[in-house]
């Protein structure tokens, strides 16, 4: 099998960032260890402009370092998922509850395609391309998100939040396998099945400017979850294994959180999944409906 291609940007920004390393792997930690979000973004964009003037070295000068935390805001406070309070749009401040935590969902994307490419060595080229693609696009979505979030006088890091996506970026540190699995393939695809009743909402309180970004977002998300699919397909040719059959023990093995759903057929099929995945992801929410 050939390695995945990685289709050429087609928007370019001009940015005068801070200064970057010339080495990739460098670049992407320093990109991951980020704080502030603007920081963070700007840091992103000029990183992704550099890589593609062909400015970064695929020579590693030091190995990759476990990270139990990257770079988030300090006044973020992140709970278990259980203790995020729950709020609703007609709340007064269910709008901005929702958009902060999608905002953390994609802060958490930054971090996460940065961590696949400082992480994982001796790759293809096009991986590296690929995720700093999906690291760029993460960003704009973040931005898109957090100035909505100003507008209603708001900020990200007011809110609490919960950090189930970086918990699994440490579980699957050791291996990219494990990793393209269970990040996008696992993760991230839940996105794509929660994201159509949140827009359903989203458009009976006639919030038209949240609906427009949130329908990029899933566009988005399709091609972010298919280059997982793509690279998770690599790798298990590369290894003689059945892809089908390690993305589920991968899940029983790693995965203790809930899996049931309804899932975005279209939107999965679009991303990589084949027809028994989706069945037997059925058959697994199914099961795990029943027991809840």
Not at 115 to 122: G, I, L, P
Not at 145 to 153: E, M, V
Not at 178 to 191: F, S, W, Y
Not at 226 to 241: D, M, P, V
Request: charge should be negative; glycine fraction near 4%; proline fraction near 7%.
């Amino acid at each position: 099998m050939a390695s995945p291609t990685h289709p050429t940007p087609t928007h370019q920004h001009i940015l005068v960032g801070p200064p970057l390393s010339n080495n990739l792997f460098d670049t992407a930690y320093q990109c991951l260890m980020a704080a502030e979000f603007a920081e963070k973004i700007l840091l992103t964009q000029t990183a992704a402009q550099t890589w593609r003037a062909g400015q970064l070295s695929l020579t590693a000068t030091t190995p990759p370092q476990p990270i139990l935390t990257p770079g988030q805001p300090a006044r973020l406070r992140l709970v278990s998922a259980s203790e995020v309070p729950r709020r609703t749009l007609t709340t007064p401040l269910g709008p901005a509850a929702l958009l902060h935590a999608l905002a953390h969902i994609e802060f958490n994307a930054i971090n996460l395609a940065w961590d696949a490419v400082y992480r994982f060595r001796e790759l293809p080229l096009e991986f590296y391309a690929d995720w700093i693609q999906v690291a760029e696009e993460e960003a704009t979505h973040f931005m898109l998100l957090q100035t909505q979030l100003a507008k209603l006088g708001h900020t990200y890091g007011e809110f609490t939040a919960h950090n189930g996506l970086w918990e699994m970026a440490i579980d699957t540190a050791h291996e990219v396998l494990v990793r393209m699995a269970l990040v996008p393939r696992l993760l991230e695809a839940r996105g794509l099945d929660a994201t159509p009743p949140i827009l359903a909402k989203l458009k009976s309180q006639q919030l038209t400017a949240l609906v427009d970004i949130l329908e990029l977002i899933l566009r988005d998300e399709i091609g972010h979850v298919a280059i997982g699919s793509r690279w998770f397909a690599y790798l298990c040719e590369q290894r003689g294994l059945p892809p089908t059959d390690t993305f589920f023990q991968l899940i029983q093995q790693y995965f203790r959180g809930r899996l049931y759903s309804q899932l975005n057929k279209p939107a999965r099929l679009a991303a990589g999944f084949s027809p028994e995945e989706l069945e037997r992801l059925e058959e697994m929410f199914e099961l795990t409906a029943k027991s809840s």
